[in-house]
Each structure stands twice: as C-alpha cells, then as structure tokens.
C-alpha cells in the first residue's frame, strides 16, 4: 500500500526540487514526496555556473573553460583567472546525481506521471489530488510557474541553441563565448557559444526583450550567425535548447506553509537568469528554518535586488547603450570582482567598483525609473 501521508511535499523534479530535497534529507529527519508531472523527464538543457562558490556539483561538471570572451563591435575582450572557472553540466546527469542520492533515503519518494487536479490548503494540512492518488503533508514546495497570469511586457530572457558538429576542427574548447553581441537597434540580443571540443559545440541565440519569438525566427538567425561566423563552414545539428526565463519579480503567496521555489519563487538572478548556485543558497535557507521550526523563507540582499532592477530598466529602455554598459563591465572589471558581483558574493567595496566603471548617466535615468 502507498503511503500518502509525508511531511514535506515538492512539486517539480527539477534543478531548485532536487537540490532542495537533498539540502532536507541531508540535515534533517523529515519523510519527503516529490511529485513530478512528467512520466519520463526528457529535458537536457545545459546549467552553466562559476566554480565559486563551491557547491555539491562543482565536482560533477562536465566541461570547464578557464577562458572567458566577450565580443563587443568586433573587439574582443578576454578574461581569466585561474581561481575562477565557468563550468556545465547537462541537466540529466544533475538529475542521476540527485537521485541516485536521495533514493538511498527510505524516508525519500518519487512519484512521477502526476498530474496536479487540487490542491486543499486548511492551514495546517495540504491536501495534493493529482490524476490518480491523494497525498498530505503539512509543508509544501512548488516550483509550478503561473504562466497564464504573468504580467504583460515585462522583460524576459529568452534562447534558443543549437549544438552543432562542424566537419573541420573550428573551436577553442578552452575558451567560452559569453556574449557575442549583435548590433541591433531596436532590441539587445547576443550569441553565447560553450566548445564542448575542437569541432562541437552549442551555439545560442539569446534575447533580452518583452516579445518572444517563434522557433522559426530564431532558427532563421542562428543559422544566418553560423553561416557568416564560421565561414558557410558544414556542420549538423545534434540537439536543440530552448527556455524562456523571467527578468521581473512573481508575487508570493501569503500561505505560511505553501512556498514557491525555482522561477516561481525568484531563484533566478533578476538582470542574469542564473539560478543553480541561488538553488543552493535559498535551500540552505529554507532548511535552517525548517529546523528551527520558523516559516521557511529565503533572505535576499536588498542591494542585489535593486541594482538587478536598475539593470533590467536600462535594458528596456536604451537597447543600444547596452553594448557600451557591457563593454564597461567587462573592460573595467577584473574576472574576479565579475565572478563576485555576479554570483551576489561581493562585498560592499566590490559592488561600488562595479557601479563607477558602468555608464552614469544612463544608470541615473534607470534608477529613477525604478519602480
């Protein structure tokens, strides 16, 4: 007989369910469900993040670029440090790291092919009916976005890539493309490129603007970058990744024992889309709260929250001037004091550096349209 009753319950099997769900059983003796709506999760995108700080899967990455390059107009600039690496993992192998551990945990269950019908929520117990069972808990995680009631014309990060084999031996496998910025007027786009060896690679289209595109549109782009980037040079297409992330902040639920995770709850950095090493703070967070028995929630640095807003209205409103805001931030900025600012680890000193080498006026202009 399935046992439905469970302390803890996640929704989603996913980046922010699964580190959560580890960060519970590894420091505390709570019984926890995750219920996945998927009968078999396909999804293999690749999670990008910097070597700092160390996490649990610093060890497990599957490629690591020492060189980081950003170009800008066609100037190229380059950085390194030999302390600071950005590294990837596929998604599926973060998947069999996770559960591989947590199912050497009786007190840990994955159901999946869940279909979520209702959720009853009296205050002390939740109540899940999905497509064929009912569970209970007393705490619940979702990671579920409410897609339909997003704001409108908010700015999101959106990609589509290919990884691509070309005949010829082409790439820098050390070296990763971060920003490969397109000259547009009208709306900031860039292509980011990870050499996964001399001749594979995945190369991504991204776009930080309100409107997203077809898949057909960015097929049609990428595929003209490639022919012009690497010389009308053959190369096949061996898989595609696509994702939409959101640069603006979800409301939260009030409940004290409903909490969003993930995108839903804004793990997510604001002005990058980054949220694997965010997974790893917030769930520690949660945890200390769960063992001091206190409403789980996480602590954002108001500092890091404002400058990612001033950052987002810059990019709404002067598409152009953000080739001159990242050719500052880039140029004028050690990898080190980068790394830092951008994983919310930098100290007051560091942030201030960062601030004074961007364009000022503009950023003026941005802050007084914070809202």
Request: proline share 2%; hydrophobic share 40%.
């Amino acid at each position: 007989m399935v046992k439905n009753n469970f302390d803890i319950i996640i929704i989603g099997a996913g980046v922010s369910g699964l580190i959560l769900a580890n960060e519970i059983m590894e420091r505390t003796k709570k019984t926890v469900l995750m219920i996945e709506r998927q009968k078999k999760i396909t999804m293999n995108n690749n999670l990008c993040f910097w070597n700092f700080p160390s996490n649990l899967l610093t060890p497990q990455a599957e490629n690591i670029w020492e060189d980081i390059s950003i170009f800008i107009k066609g100037e190229k600039i380059l950085l390194n440090n030999e302390n600071f690496k950005y590294l990837m993992i596929k998604y599926k192998s973060l998947k069999d790291f996770f559960i591989k551990r947590l199912e050497r945990k009786k007190r840990f269950k994955l159901f999946t092919n869940q279909e979520i019908k209702e959720i009853i929520n009296t205050g002390d117990k939740i109540s899940i009916k999905t497509n064929n069972k009912i569970f209970r808990s007393s705490l619940l995680f979702d990671s579920r976005r409410d897609i339909k009631n997003e704001p409108q014309n908010k700015l999101l990060q959106h990609f589509y890539g290919f990884e691509v084999i070309f005949n010829k031996k082409v790439m820098n496998k050390n070296e990763v493309v971060l920003m490969d910025i397109l000259d547009r007027k009208d709306v900031f786009n860039f292509v980011y490129i990870l050499p996964f060896s001399r001749n594979r690679a995945l190369i991504e289209l991204t776009y930080f603007s309100s409107k997203v595109l077809s898949k057909d549109d960015y097929k049609i782009e990428l595929k003209r970058y490639i022919k012009n980037k690497f010389n009308n040079l053959h190369y096949n297409i061996k898989s595609h990744e696509y994702g939409v992330i959101p640069m603006f902040k979800y409301k939260q639920p009030k409940s004290v024992n409903h909490i969003k995770i993930g995108l839903a709850g804004n793990w997510a950095k604001q002005s990058t889309g980054y949220s694997l090493q965010n997974s790893f703070l917030y769930s520690k967070q949660l945890v200390d709260c769960i063992i001091k028995d206190k409403r789980p929630k996480i602590k954002e640095r108001i500092s890091s929250y404002f400058l990612d807003k001033i950052f987002c209205n810059f990019l709404n409103q002067n598409p152009v001037t953000t080739q001159l805001f990242f050719k500052c931030f880039f140029k004028k900025n050690s990898l080190r004091t980068l790394v830092r600012f951008l994983t919310n680890t930098a100290n007051i000193f560091e942030i201030f550096k960062v601030i004074i080498t961007l364009p000022k006026l503009h950023m003026i202009k941005s802050i007084f349209a914070n809202k």
